[in-house]
């Protein structure tokens, strides 16, 4: 398995209050997502990074926001969560061309 | 018109049987086609890359690429039960920068004992 972890895992949390997820990999990859992925829409692009403080939006970035100061690290900030931000949330690495995926976190906001 | 439109599902098909699964996409320009499985309540997981037209073979899955026609199929040979999975298209478009990919919704598959 590509080496990518996700945290936390699991999260509940208030409507209006700020969440971040953060992923993990030790495969050195150049390029990081974040998807989200709800039923009926599949897996959309959030944002993604193409190097240590290269970042861009992806199809459904508004309400979200990145960060990436390590290649290992890439950090996704819900600035003030909404219920329509209940969602699974997958991280996803590349070398070039194939993306392999963290183990997901689910994110309840009430 | 979606970007990538996958055959609705859910398919069910018996043990032992050949699984087709579809996959159409509207860029005409793209270059790089993958499958995902995805079992439920996991993450999706890379079981077959394709980038130039025909077939190509990985054990019991079979990935075909026809550009002409902007389609890319997979078949799953000797259906088992283990195969029961939703099983995601992505296509990276000529459209799309670096390595981004665009998925399908997915097809769900029930291989039936």
């Known amino acids: 398995d590509a080496g990518i972890t996700q945290s936390p895992r699991h999260k509940v949390t208030e409507t209006g209050t700020p969440v971040t997820l953060r992923c993990h990999q030790t495969?050195?990859?150049?390029?990081m997502y974040w998807y989200r992925q709800d039923p009926g829409h599949g897996l959309r692009l959030i944002h993604y990074?193409?190097?240590?403080?290269?970042?861009d939006k992806g199809e459904v970035s508004d309400g979200y926001s990145v960060s990436r100061s390590k290649t290992e690290d890439f950090l996704l900030t819900l600035e003030s969560a909404t219920s329509s931000q209940t969602s699974v949330y997958f991280c996803?690495?590349?070398?070039?061309?194939?993306?392999?995926f963290g183990p997901g976190t689910r994110l309840t906001v009430t | 018109q979606k970007e990538v439109e996958q055959n609705s599902g859910p398919l069910s098909v018996p043990e032992g049987a050949i699984a087709s699964l579809n996959c159409t996409y509207s860029?005409?320009?793209?270059?790089?086609f993958f499958w995902y499985r995805q079992y439920s309540g996991k993450s999706p997981e890379l079981i077959m890359s394709?980038?130039?037209?025909g077939d190509k073979e990985d054990g019991r899955f079979t990935a075909q690429l026809n550009k002409a026609s902007q389609y890319v199929s997979l078949l799953i040979r000797d259906s088992q039960p283990s195969d029961s999975a939703t099983y995601l298209c992505?296509?990276?478009?000529?459209?799309?920068?670096?390595?981004?990919?665009?998925f399908g919704e997915g097809t769900q598959l029930t291989v039936n004992p």
């Open positions: 860029d005409r320009g793209s270059q790089s």
């Open positions: 996803a690495i590349s070398g070039a061309y194939e993306q392999y």
């Open positions: 992505a296509v990276n478009g000529a459209e799309t920068s670096g390595s981004r990919l665009t």
């Open positions: 394709i980038y130039s037209n």
């Open positions: 495969e050195n990859h150049r390029y």
């Open positions: 990074s193409y190097g240590v403080k290269d970042t």
